[in-house]
């Protein structure tokens, strides 16, 4: 990159999913790519312009998909799997295209599985999508 060069920042709508190295059916949102780590404060005597902070545990928030109903049925399956206490944790990727379709950005998850899984809104007087959501619980995200 040269000095001067303009940079902007990527569109959030070009994505995709990968689990165990498969990309899965479209989803159409993708939320908790988040990593947060706790804070203790220390209040040192005789300073009193600030208090200390100290990192402690950092936590990941579960990831959500969300996508369209369709026939595939992995996600539903996996998550019933864990209902019946037969499950297999899962690696995952979340991936940031560019507006070439050009991979950007990469989020790795590790040891995931579903936690919660919501059907659709149903409503008779309604033409919109009928879509599916799944939350995983995993043991981190790492930029890949």
Same mark, same amino acid.
């Given at each position: 990159?040269? #000095?001067?060069?303009? +940079?902007?920042?990527? %569109?959030? /709508?070009?994505?995709? &999913?990968?689990?165990? *190295?498969?990309? =899965?059916?479209?989803?159409?949102? =993708?939320? *908790?790519?988040?990593?947060? #780590?706790?804070?203790?404060?220390?209040?040192?005597?005789? &300073?009193? @312009? /600030?208090?200390?902070? /100290?990192?402690?545990? %950092?936590?990941? +928030?579960?990831? #959500?998909?969300?996508?369209?109903?369709?026939?595939?049925?992995?996600?539903?399956?996996?998550?019933? @799997?864990? &209902?019946?206490?037969?499950?297999?944790?899962?690696?995952?990727?979340?991936?940031? $295209?560019?507006?070439?379709?050009?991979?950007?950005?990469?989020?790795?998850?590790? +040891?995931? /599985?579903? &936690?919660?899984? %919501?059907?659709? @809104? $149903?409503?008779?007087?309604? %033409?919109?999508?009928?879509?599916?959501?799944?939350? $995983?619980?995993?043991?981190?995200?790492?930029? *890949?």
């Amino acid at each position: 990159m040269s #000095t001067g060069e303009k +940079q902007y920042p990527y %569109t959030g /709508f070009r994505f995709r &999913v990968e689990i165990d *190295g498969i990309t =899965v059916a479209q989803f159409s949102e =993708v939320s *908790g790519i988040q990593v947060e #780590t706790e804070t203790e404060s220390y209040e040192e005597g005789g &300073v009193n @312009d /600030f208090v200390h902070q /100290f990192p402690k545990r %950092t936590k990941y +928030q579960h990831i #959500t998909l969300k996508r369209g109903i369709t026939d595939v049925e992995e996600m539903w399956k996996w998550h019933q @799997d864990v &209902v019946n206490g037969k499950f297999k944790r899962k690696n995952g990727s979340i991936i940031l $295209l560019d507006s070439n379709g050009e991979e950007k950005w990469r989020w790795n998850f590790f +040891q995931a /599985f579903p &936690v919660k899984w %919501t059907g659709p @809104d $149903l409503k008779a007087d309604s %033409t919109t999508i009928a879509f599916e959501t799944i939350e $995983l619980a995993h043991h981190g995200i790492k930029k *890949g």
